[in-house]
């Protein structure tokens, strides 16, 4: 069974940090792009970060850029997102997916998790 698991969710007050990890399983992990997505509430589901599949290519939101860092670990099958300076804005719910490329439109993304939520907040 392909599945995706995200964790390390939860709330952080402005400037805190907060990691997130997505362990996947079922799949061919090393030859897959990984990203993250976020959905703020009542906004559409947006791009955050993607991962190449050997970990050599990034690309972020603007919004996010210099604050956020997404890694990975092919032997751990796990993608992790580091977010650091957070901001009331970055509150969302936090998706895990998965691609046979490097891209940032989910429509490119065939495998996704459950999500997990992001709270920031003073």
């Known amino acids: 069974q392909v599945q995706l698991v995200e964790s390390g969710g939860g709330s952080a007050q402005p400037g805190d940090s907060l990691r997130l990890s997505c362990v996947a399983s079922?799949?061919?992990?090393?030859?897959?792009?990984m990203a993250w997505f976020r959905q703020a509430p009542d906004k559409e589901r947006e791009f955050a970060a993607v991962?190449?599949?050997?970990?050599?290519?990034?690309r972020y939101l603007d919004a996010v850029q210099g604050r956020f860092t997404i890694s990975r670990d092919n032997v751990k099958n796990t993608v992790y997102l580091q977010m650091n300076n957070l901001k009331p804005e970055d509150t969302a719910v936090y998706y895990c997916?998965?691609?046979?490329?490097?891209?940032?439109?989910?429509?490119?993304?065939?495998?996704w998790g459950q999500g997990t939520q992001v709270t920031v907040s003073s």
């Open positions: 991962i190449s599949w050997n970990g050599y290519s990034t």
């Open positions: 079922g799949l061919d992990f090393a030859n897959y792009g």
């Open positions: 997916a998965a691609a046979r490329q490097f891209a940032t439109s989910e429509k490119y993304y065939d495998v």
